[in-house]
């Protein structure tokens, strides 16, 4: 965050002098002098979201500067809610959520640091251009952005050139304008003891090698499976086919912030409301009935979509704990061969 706001102050800083009322920002409606002020005011509304857990809406402030303030004055505006909003990412727990509408109603930390990271990446962009003058942020921030909240959008050449595509800023070879965009911040589904946490392609690529993901793991964890999940998480958003909220979910025990395995889905459903789920557990957190709610939580939201109508789980036949999981969770057993047993679950009234 901190990088983000340095490098957006220090290159307004040295255009500060100019006329910023009177010029458009790049694209935007808005004058430089109202993008400027905008900026400020994402980055203490974000700090305020974080900061006070807020769960069902915006917090019900604004703020404005005070009569007679130029660019410069502008600028350390700027400058002062990103401190107060880098405050608010570093002292928030890893497992806080506080509103935010797309597209799930809610952001963790990184989230909002994401969200305050491309507010102020874009819109120093658009009043670079209004003024005529380049700006290219480092590529690491973009990633960061891109990794965290357009976990939809393939990368691209460069960071920053796929993150102004991606916002309709910019053009990219072989891909049609953006003409309209959300970012998305992962999806999270609660259960009594449980949470799932949707994985994001940041944290699938370092769950994929040797990271925690962000997470801090039950002794033993993450598991093989675990892993294997996460690379094709990360596969499937390179080539641009990852949907995130049928990809992976690590399991979170909520007593305790721990993580506890993951559970997932293999693809988007297909043609017809077909999608396969799989899971696993580190070995200290089996039987004690966390796959089986965590199944049953998944399962439940996958059918509630219209475009479900089937969950489909195979199992080698000699994994007898996983059986009685699926069991539990109300799936049946429809088909089996030398290796493995199909089960279904189906939503209510489906034939």
Not at 202 to 215: C, K
Request: aromatic fraction near 8%.
């Amino acid at each position: 965050m901190e990088q983000a706001v340095d490098e957006c102050v220090g290159l307004l800083g040295t255009v500060a002098g100019r006329d910023w009322e009177g010029v458009r920002a790049g694209g935007l409606e808005w004058s430089c002098r109202q993008t400027a002020v905008h900026i400020a005011e994402d980055l203490i509304a974000y700090a305020g979201q974080l900061a006070g857990r807020e769960p069902e809406g915006y917090t019900p402030f604004e703020i404005s500067l005070e009569e007679g303030t130029d660019n410069a004055g502008a600028l350390r505006v700027i400058r002062t809610m990103g401190a107060l909003f880098a405050s608010a990412i570093r002292t928030a727990p890893r497992e806080v959520r506080a509103f935010h509408p797309y597209p799930f109603r809610s952001a963790n930390r990184e989230g909002f640091a994401a969200m305050g990271v491309a507010e102020v990446l874009l819109h120093t962009h658009d009043i670079a251009e209004g003024l005529g003058t380049t700006y290219e942020p480092d590529p690491a921030l973009c990633d960061f952005v891109l990794t965290r909240i357009f976990p939809h959008v393939q990368p691209g050449p460069t960071p920053w050139r796929t993150l102004l595509w991606a916002t309709g800023r910019g053009e990219l070879p072989g891909r049609a304008p953006v003409t309209a965009w959300r970012w998305s911040n992962n999806l999270v589904i609660e259960t009594d003891r449980l949470t799932l946490e949707g994985v994001t392609p940041a944290a699938a690529t370092d769950l994929s090698t040797v990271g925690d993901g962000g997470f801090a793991w039950l002794e033993g964890g993450p598991v093989e499976g675990t892993r294997v999940g996460a690379g094709l998480v990360y596969k499937q958003y390179e080539d641009g086919v990852h949907r995130p909220e049928w990809g992976m979910y690590v399991i979170v025990r909520r007593e305790d912030d721990r993580a506890l395995g993951a559970i997932g889905f293999h693809s988007v459903p297909d043609e017809a409301g077909r999608v396969e789920v799989g899971y696993d557990l580190v070995p200290g957190a089996r039987g004690q009935g966390y796959a089986t709610e965590a199944l049953r939580a998944l399962s439940a939201w996958a059918l509630a979509r219209d475009e479900v109508r089937t969950i489909v789980a195979n199992v080698e036949r000699d994994n007898q704990p996983s059986h009685n999981v699926l069991a539990r969770a109300g799936f049946t057993a429809v088909a089996e061969d030398a290796e493995q047993v199909t089960y279904e679950l189906r939503e209510p009234g489906a034939p």
